[in-house]
């Protein structure tokens, strides 16, 4: 087994009357992971759109790291939740932005964008599920 640390800062002066400076890390637990690099076709949910994470992949949260590769910050990505009823989306991601977020394990997360061929880039850590396959 191995661990995944991820780590995030803040920090600016000129957005709040005094100055920012935040740390926080974070290292969970993870015997596998994958990185992907994909183009999206989809502009809206449904067949189009790609799989990010496919529910009961781990046995607890699936650690989600997720990029907008666009240079355009107005063509978005958006993940929803396609295990709930009115696939909700839960994430727009600008073109160069980037989120990493804890999903609970019997989610399915599917993404598509406001353009054709936008390239996003993702990963899912944790700790696998033996009775799950992804085919």
């Known amino acids: 087994m191995g661990t995944l640390k991820a780590s995030l800062t803040l920090s600016t002066s000129d957005v709040l009357s005094s100055d920012v400076q935040f740390t926080c890390s974070s290292s969970v637990n993870a015997d596998s992971g994958s990185m992907m690099r ?3 076709l989809g502009t809206s949910a449904g067949s189009d759109a790609i799989t990010i994470y496919k529910a009961s992949d781990k046995v607890d949260n699936a650690y989600v790291y997720i990029k907008n ?5 107005e063509n978005y990505i958006y993940v929803y939740a396609d295990s709930a009823s009115d696939d909700p989306v839960i994430m727009k991601i600008a073109g160069g932005e ?7 394990s019997d989610q399915v997360l599917k993404a598509y964008a ?12 944790g700790l696998d599920s033996s009775s799950v396959k992804l085919v």
């Open 38 to 40: 994909v183009k999206l």
């Open 69 to 73: 590769m666009d240079a355009e910050r």
């Open 98 to 104: 980037f989120a990493y977020f804890p999903a609970k």
């Open 114 to 125: 406001t353009k054709v061929d936008t390239i996003v880039e993702y990963g899912v850590f």
